[in-house]
C-alpha cells in the first residue's frame, strides 16, 4: 500500500550519472505519491552526458518510463530545472506533455504557508569560496560517490541499509559544513526578502528540514537532499506541516544493480 501526500519534492537524481541511484527512486515512487509532484532540478546530468562521462543505464530508462507514467496520474508536475539540467530551463513557461517547466515557483501548503522552489545553485554564486578549495573538494567528493557505490554494493549483499561515505565525511569536515551552512544562510535570508515562509531547494546535496529568523519572522528551509548520496525527498502532508523522508532500504524492484556500477 502506498502512501498519499499532498505534495512531494526530489532533487539532484543526475539522470545520466555514473553515481545516480534510479532504482532507488524509482522504488520509492513506488511506494509514495502526490497530488503535486515537484522535480526541484538537476533531475537529469546532461553536463556529464555532454562531457563524455556520463552512463545511461537501463535503470534510468526504467525510472523515465515511471515518471511518464507518473505524469498522467498526478493532478500537477512541476519541473524546476537546475544547473546540471540547464538547457530545460529554455522551456520555462511551456509543458512537457503533463509536466509544466518553471524556472521557480511558489508553492502554498494547506496550512496557507508559501514556500518558493527552487533549485538552489543562484545562492551558492553568492558564497566566497577559494576556487582552488573548491575544485579539491569537488573531486573529493566525486571520489567518495564512487567508493560509496562499492562500500553499499556490498552492504546491499548482507541485507544492510545504505549508507552515505560522502554525508559521513561532509559533517566532519569544517570547511564542508561552513560552506553549507552559508548557503543555508542565504537561502533564508533570500527568502525572507521576498516576504514567503520557506524556501524548499536542493543543489547541495544535504538534506535538512530546519527554521531559520530573517527581519522580524521564521523562515522554513528544507532541502530535498538528492539521490545519489542521500536518497531523500520533502513531503507535504494533507495538514500542511513538511517533512523529510530518507529511503536507505535496498529497492524491491527489477535491475537493483544498475549498469555503471557493474561497469
Partial sequence: MSNRYRALWISDVH???????PQRLADFLAQNRA???????????MKALAQGKGSWCQASSLLLGMLSELSSKTPEIIYVPGNHDAPMRSWAGKRLGNIRVEREWVHTAGDGRRY?????????????VNPISYHIGDQSYYLMLRLNRWINYWRGRFDKPWW?????????????RRMMNRFEEIAIRETGRRGLDGVICGHIHRATLRHGNCADHQVTYANCGDWVDSMSAVVEQHDGSLELLHWHRAPKIAHIMTEAVAA
Avoid at 497530488?35 to 546530468?45: A, P, Q
Avoid at 518558493?116 to 566566497?128: C, L, N, R
Fill in 15 to 21: 539522470l545520466g550519472s555514473r553515481d545516480s541511484e
Fill in 116 to 128: 518558493w522552489v527552487t533549485h538552489g545553485d543562484q545562492f551558492e554564486h553568492q558564497i566566497d
Fill in 164 to 176: 552515505s561515505l560522502a554525508n559521513h565525511v561532509k559533517n566532519r569536515v569544517q570547511a564542508a
Fill in 35 to 45: 497530488d503535486t509532484v515537484y522535480l526541484v532540478g538537476d533531475i537529469f546530468d
